[in-house]
T-cell receptor, first 116, second 114 residues
Framework: AQKVTQAQTEISVVEKEDVTLDCVYE???????LFWYKQPPSGELVFLIR??????QNEISGRYSWNFQKSTSSFNFTITASQVVDSAVYFC?????????????FGTGTRLKVLA | GAGVSQSPSNKVTEKGKDVELRCDPI?????LYWYRQSLGQGLEFLIY????????KSGLPSDRFSAERTGGSVSTLTIQRTQQEDSAVYLC????????????FGSGTQLSVL
């Protein structure tokens, strides 16, 4: 069965600190996709990144970076030099093809608070 | 429209009443999902529509919940005989068909059952 675990319920950091949000997943399939979404206080989830199971290259986008390791079934997200605007709930998600159904399973989210 | 539209944005109802929540997906998106997010919780999958295929209803919590999608576009989630535990934000998302397609979310409907 699919499962996504975000063990960190809430993290507080001071502005300019680096912070890593953990995501561990379970799947029996060899082809799957992993995602990170951001849910700011306004409520609407925003797509951040997508990774397929065959691409383990790490990715950097500005202050954001993602580390995908199949060996540990992890897809961690790091924010460098955090800012108050980064305060949000971050969700990790897994998608795979289950007989034609592309169900997305979300983790329970990590609430990040960046303090000025 | 430019994004996924949900209505109403807020709904307050009395226990036992029926409610209908609407979702207008992005034009051309064949996949549509409903999720429920209780206060401080993650996203709970409810139902998935893909084109004209039979929907995946495996996440619906009880037979009081139902959903339909007319003409492959607009979807309505109906909750009958609402209970207080149904209070949550109901999120709709749409995407192109296929594994790995990113989801576009609406702003959600905040349902409060008194």
């Amino acid at each position: 069965a699919q499962k996504v675990t975000q063990a960190q319920t809430e993290i507080s950091v001071v502005e300019k600190e680096d912070v890593t949000l953990d995501c561990v997943y379970e799947t029996r399939d060899t082809t799957y996709y992993l995602f990170w979404y951001k849910q700011p206080p306004s409520g609407e989830l925003v797509f951040l990144i997508r990774r397929n199971s065959f691409d383990e290259q790490n990715e950097i986008s500005g202050r954001y970076s993602w580390n995908f390791q199949k060996s540990t079934s992890s897809f961690n997200f790091t924010i460098t030099a955090s800012q108050v605007v980064d305060s949000a709930v971050y969700f990790c998600a897994l998608s795979e093809n289950l007989g034609g159904t592309y169900k997305y399973i979300f983790g329970t989210g990590t609430r990040l608070k960046v303090l000025a | 429209g430019a994004g996924v539209s949900q209505s109403p944005s807020n709904k307050v109802t009395e226990k036992g009443k029926d409610v209908e929540l609407r979702c207008d997906p992005i034009s051309g998106h064949t996949a549509l999902y409903w999720y429920r997010q209780s206060l401080g919780q993650g996203l709970e999958f409810l139902i998935y529509f893909q084109g004209n295929s039979a929907p995946d209803k495996s996440g619906l919590p009880s037979d009081r919940f139902s959903a339909e999608r007319t003409g492959g576009s607009v979807s309505t989630l109906t909750i009958q005989r609402t209970q207080q535990e149904d209070s949550a934000v109901y999120l709709c998302a749409s995407s192109h068909r296929g594994i790995g397609e990113k989801l576009f979310f609406g702003s959600g409907t905040q349902l409060s059952v008194l």
